[in-house]
């Protein structure tokens, strides 16, 4: 029987310190399987459900990238095509403030559906600059838009979270089958104040990933100090079902591997002390 297990966050701080400074394969043209490398997507192999497919009618190279709202049997429902940038949607590192995020799109957007842009700049896991966009006429031609960063707060961001999806409308039911969006040629536009802090400066607590999962998960997370760190998984009635950490652990960043062989389908918490 197919099981399909989802761990729920707890308490989290979307934060990653990689070395790349540029958008990851930002014109769509290396895939691996199913996704593009350096995103995640809603695909689920096990559901048979792939919203999101590589497209060769692209705005240059070969490729480009797809999104189409998809019916699910499995899940009895409608699955949208989301894409967020990273390993396990953790985000790219950056070393400048940003003005903005330059890209090119074609939508198919049914029902009051919109194409919704969220960009987020994060400071030591703080978001300081939140850039939103959406999108509600169709566009059968490749169209250009630049999604601003307004910074809420001085200083360099060290982290950023491109999030591309489709949402249903103000009102009514959830986004429609078949709603779609072609996406390629991003870049990050205007670049001020150089960052020069790399090591993490506080502790955090990432989203696990994959997610859903069957049977194992890998949850990240960081530390500022040498300290005591105890990794813990609960279930939905607060009864903790697993010990993934529990011992002296070094500054910088961590991870731990969450089997749930054994266990019940369904949400799961986990915590960081």
């Given at each position: 029987m197919l099981r399909l297990s989802t761990i729920v966050l707890f308490c989290t701080f979307l934060i990653s310190y990689a070395a790349q400074a540029q958008i990851p394969n930002a014109g769509f043209e290396d895939w691996t399987l199913t996704d593009p490398d350096g995103w995640v997507s809603?695909?689920?192999?096990?559901?048979?459900?792939?919203?999101?497919?590589?497209?060769?009618?692209?705005?240059?190279?070969?490729?480009?990238?797809?999104?189409?709202?998809?019916?699910?049997?499995?899940?009895?429902?409608?699955?949208s095509p989301i894409i967020q940038t990273g390993p396990g949607g953790h985000g790219f590192a950056v070393t400048a403030r940003h003005a903005g995020v330059s890209l090119y799109y074609k939508c198919s957007l049914a029902g009051?559906?919109?194409?919704?842009?969220?960009?987020?700049?994060?400071?030591?896991?703080?978001?300081?600059?939140?850039?939103?966009?959406?999108?509600?006429?169709?566009?059968?031609?490749?169209?250009?838009?630049?999604?601003?960063?307004?910074?809420?707060?001085?200083?360099?961001?060290?982290?950023?979270?491109?999030?591309?999806?489709?949402?249903?409308?103000?009102?009514?039911?959830?986004?429609?089958?078949?709603?779609?969006?072609?996406l390629d040629d991003l870049a990050l536009t205007g670049a001020t104040t150089v960052l020069t802090e790399s090591r993490p400066a506080t502790y955090s607590l990432d989203q696990n990933f994959p997610n859903p999962f069957n049977p194992s998960t890998t949850i990240r997370y960081s530390v500022a100090h040498r300290t005591h760190v105890t990794l813990n998984v609960f279930n939905m009635l607060g009864e903790k079902v697993a010990t993934l950490v529990n011992g002296m652990q070094e500054p910088g960043s961590h991870e731990a591997r969450f089997d749930a062989a054994g266990l019940a389908s369904g949400a799961y918490f986990y915590r960081l002390q």
């Open positions: 809603s695909n689920v192999a096990e559901a048979g459900s792939f919203p999101v497919t590589k497209a060769a009618d692209s705005h240059s190279g070969s490729w480009a990238l797809k999104g189409t709202v998809v019916y699910v049997a499995l899940l009895g429902t409608n699955m009051g559906d919109r194409l919704g842009f969220n960009f987020i700049m994060y400071q030591a896991g703080t978001p300081i600059a939140v850039g939103a966009q959406v999108v509600t006429a169709n566009s059968s031609a490749w169209t250009q838009i630049t999604v601003p960063f307004p910074y809420t707060a001085p200083g360099s961001p060290d982290v950023c979270i491109l999030q591309v999806q489709i949402v249903g409308p103000v009102t009514g039911p959830d986004y429609h089958a078949g709603s779609w969006y072609e």
